[in-house]
């Protein structure tokens, strides 16, 4: 479907992205994790050509994207922000949409539209945040892409309006088999909707992984001691997700045994295990790289 090919990219003189590769399968949500500042909106902009990588090829269907332009029309990019809208109402965008994309289904753009209640007559940047983008996702949409990078599409909207975000993406996918690669700081939202996952850091992508599978490798850990043992935890470098007093909550990869051995051999009174959530792990991989 979307290959991307050892893409390097610098800015300014700062290398953000090296040798980055995967392999997008089709109708497959897949999410795109990382500390802000990692390189994510910078991966999809190469991807979509809005900025040129200095190295590597973007593939669609095994068809360079650089070479081979149109090919473009396929593969749309949502933004955080869509400035372009702006002085636009919905039904100026709608007919703006039919002369670039040739595929845009107006029937289907309606019919959601009508379904949330978006105005139709109002310009785009006098909506409320939520109302942005709803009426952004329903336009991509409505391109009838096959594959559809969203950059952090629920950050900044209420509880309801997310909702209604996600099942839109889950329904498109079901219905039409599209592609989906997603960023966003909302690691339930990625939790709940996602197949697959991977982490970017120190400019490349490690740990391309099935979100459940992830979450299998990881092992939270209820703790109680007599004394205080903060210090030494955090010296040993294992991530501490909670502490009050003498009980702590940390994470721990199943198979790291010497941090396994290390914490029962300060003789816990107390040792339970639960199952981890997206959230927690991506804190035991970025959290322990901070300065305490």
């Not at 289904?105 to 909506?127: F, I, M, Q, S």
């Not at 501490?240 to 199943?254: A, D, P």
């Amino acid at each position: 479907m979307l290959e991307i090919k050892n893409l390097t990219k610098s800015l300014d003189g700062i290398e953000l992205l090296k040798d980055i590769n995967l392999k997008l399968e089709p109708g497959e949500i897949f999410g795109l994790l990382g500390r802000n500042g990692s390189g994510k909106t910078t991966l999809l902009r190469c991807i979509q050509m809005i900025i040129q990588a200095d190295e590597g090829d973007i593939l669609f269907e095994n068809v360079s994207i650089s070479k081979h332009p149109l090919v473009k029309r396929k593969v749309i990019y949502m933004p955080v922000q869509t400035l372009f809208y702006d002085r636009y109402t919905y039904k100026q965008l709608v007919r703006i949409m039919r002369n670039i994309y040739p595929d845009f289904d107006v029937t289907y753009a309606n019919e959601l539209v009508n379904r949330y209640g978006l105005p139709e007559t109002k310009k785009y940047r006098d909506l409320s945040t939520g109302l942005k983008k709803q009426m952004a996702l329903i336009l991509a949409f409505a391109v009838r892409p096959a594959v559809i990078m969203l950059d952090e599409p629920t950050d900044g909207i209420d509880a309801v309006t997310r909702h209604d975000l996600m099942q839109l993406m889950i329904d498109e996918v079901a219905n039409h088999d599209t592609t989906i690669l997603i960023t966003s700081h909302r690691l339930e939202d990625i939790e709940r909707i996602c197949n697959r996952i991977a982490f970017l850091e120190e400019k490349n992508l490690s740990n391309v992984l099935d979100v459940e599978g992830l979450k299998e490798d990881y092992a939270k850990i209820q703790l109680a001691f007599e004394e205080d043992v903060h210090l030494k935890i955090r010296e040993k470098g294992i991530p501490i997700l909670e502490v009050s007093g003498v009980f702590y909550t940390v994470i721990v990869k199943r198979d790291d045994e010497k941090s396994l051995e290390w914490l029962r051999a300060l003789k816990p009174k107390i040792w339970n295990e639960l199952p981890a959530n997206l959230e927690e792990v991506f804190i035991a991989k970025f959290g322990g790289k901070r300065r305490w």
